[in-house]
């Protein structure tokens, strides 16, 4: 069975930080694209950043450039997200989600094939 669990998130400061973590089973880890999303209430879901597995190319949502990091540790099949000077906006529930192969260039558009439940990011001002 096909699971990616996030964890890490909670309640942060505006300028703090938090790591993200998306835990993956029941699939080959090691040639995937994994993507974070976000989705705030009332906002429709936005690709955050993307990782492909197999090489380690990266993608960002433009306002987090400089500010998130998205890692991937084949090892213990997981993905990292880094993130840093953390604004009231970044506020949102972020989910992972998985599809074979790399990142696609659009890949904050792809539907991917498996999703995790999602962890609250809650930045107050």
């Known amino acids: 069975e096909v699971q990616l669990v996030e964890s890490g998130g909670g309640l942060v400061q505006a300028g703090g930080s938090l790591r993200l973590s998306c835990a993956a089973s029941?699939?080959?880890?090691?040639?995937?694209?994994i993507g974070w999303f976000r989705q705030a209430p009332g906002k429709e879901r936005e690709g955050v950043s993307c990782i492909s597995t197999s090489d380690g190319f990266t993608y960002y949502l433009d306002s987090v450039k400089g500010r998130f990091t998205i890692s991937s540790d084949n090892a213990k099949n997981t993905v990292h997200l880094q993130m840093n000077s953390l604004k009231p906006e970044d506020t949102a529930v972020y989910y992972c989600?998985?599809?074979?192969?790399?990142?696609?260039?659009?890949?904050?558009?792809?539907?991917?094939?498996?999703w995790g439940q999602g962890t609250q990011v809650t930045v107050s001002s």
């Open positions: 989600a998985a599809e074979p192969g790399p990142c696609h260039p659009r890949w904050f558009s792809r539907p991917y094939d498996y």
């Open positions: 029941g699939f080959t880890f090691d040639d995937y694209a």
